[in-house]
């Protein structure tokens, strides 16, 4: 995986025609890490049609129609690796003289070919070219059921996932793959490019040369619905931030949707989130299909300004003054979308959009924060994010974090951690409020009187957790300000509650 962050990958790629990106996952995508016994030799300086004209031009076969016939080869073909030869050094062309008058003659010149000393050395060289055995680990992808060359950095072991509550994909077939000689061919293949055999030829695969183990290539699930057929779910995977069309054809062959519980879990949260929004906000909420141009706008300028910037930076005086202007027509178009964007009252807050958002808060709230959130994982809840909210807290902003759901509570030593260095900070800050409230379905941010949102997406585990259903992660945005102070008041009452 590259250091792009997840949600800018996440956004670039959540266009799909007659589908809309529902949520989003990272997983480890399982390979094997296969031992296999070859039979290499090392790459001859001649191609085999050269050798063996050249042999044939050693052992006396000194004209090209006699080579011909021979190698049971066209004329053609025999006179063209002739020529190359000569080129070559390797023969010498003497032509043959007429045997009536004796001399060249030149209408109809013929050649016969006679092997010099670089053609000799060059044969006694071949001749000493022997196979050799040698073990190669190469990586068998788990799905698409190929070989590949994977980097060791890039491996993830099975407890790997765990510690860092990555999704496992399942391997289809759950076997580690078989090795013998029908594997030949796309050994070859992947060993075209690989360094230590760069001078070799691939013989033949001889069979397995130890144990097989299993490790996991880091990767981003997307999770698509059909615009027109909700129960149409499909998932593309996206490696090292490019999507993979093998691994999203082989998931779906192998029913992966199924064995990963997609099916049938998406809509389940719908209810609470309508729910708490109310029947006139649930009017109020613009349609999709506009808010997802303008956005579509928004970001087209972005990339369009981040293309001129990046000219001015490299223009010479005489381009940068009308690069300037665009860039500038670009800034002022794209501060139109954007402001666009945020007076809707009441929108569709994509899943890709959340995590920027509850980091804009963190940084930019000057009066209240407050977050309510089921789970709390250290993959979220980490040092930046205890930083970030020590400093918002230290500022003077009032912030309450409301968590918890029945008895569930953190299942792994970072968790509990995380959880705890929440606790500290509201011991150390009156105007922390840190508060389990034991049945928070709902999840909400609310920022200043900005704006409230009310979400499925999880604020404070939404990259953990990987045994968490798959849930529809869109939420819904409200800059009405009466609706965001009355959402904010009604969780402010169960807060005080149990806070006392």
Known sequence: ???????????????????????????????????????????????????????????????????????????EVTDAVM??????????????????????????????????????????????????GKTLRLAFDGLTRKYARIEESLWWRPRDLREHDILEVPAYPVDPPSV???????????????????????????????????????????????????????????VDGRLSESHTLAFAKSEGIRKIGINGSLRDVESTIDSLLGPELLKLRADEAEVAA???????????????EDRVSTATDEQKEPLVDLTNQMAERLDEAETALKGIPVRVLEVHEHRPLLMEALASARERLMIISPWIRA???????????????FSGVSVVIGYGIGNDGPTGEADRSAERKMSDL????????????????????????????????????FRGDPNRPFRDERGTMITIRSEVDRLHA???????????
């Open 294 to 308: 303008i956005r579509r706008t928004a970001e087209g300028y972005k990339n369009q300004l981040a293309g001129f």
């Open 426 to 461: 509201a011991k150390k800050y009156d105007n922390f409020k840190f508060v389990r409230l034991g049945d928070t379905h709902a999840k909400i941010l609310v920022m200043d009187h900005s704006y409230a949102v009310v979400t499925s997406f999880n604020w404070l585990s």
């Open 83 to 132: 020529g190359r030869l000569v080129v070559k050094g390797h023969i010498i062309a003497v032509p043959v003289k007429d045997r009536l008058a004796g001399t060249v003659n030149e209408d109809t010149l013929r050649f016969h070919y006679v092997i010099s000393e670089s053609g000799k050395i060059a044969c006694a060289e071949l001749a000493e070219i022997t196979p050799e």
């Open 180 to 238: 013998g000689p029908d594997d030949t061919s796309e050994v070859s293949i992947v060993l075209r490019d690989a360094t230590e055999t760069a001078k070799h030829d691939l013989i033949t695969v001889m069979a397995l040369d130890g144990r097989r183990r299993k490790f996991f290539v880091r990767a981003i699930a997307l999770i698509f619905e059909s615009a027109d057929r909700p129960d149409e779910i499909q998932v593309q995977f996206a």
């Open 1 to 75: 995986m590259t250091d792009i962050p997840i949600e800018e990958t996440v956004q670039r790629l959540s266009r799909r025609p007659g589908y809309r990106l529902v949520t989003y996952r990272e997983v480890g995508l399982p390979f094997w890490d296969v031992p296999i016994q070859c039979r290499l030799q090392k790459r001859k300086p001649l191609g085999v049609l050269d050798e063996f004209t050249l042999r044939c031009v050693e052992a006396g076969l000194n004209v090209s129609d006699d080579v011909a016939r021979f190698l049971h080869l066209p004329s």
């Open 490 to 500: 009604d969780y402010m009452t169960r807060v005080e509650a149990i806070n006392g």
């Open 379 to 393: 993959a979220v809840v980490n040092a930046r994010f205890i930083s970030d909210l020590d400093r918002l807290i």
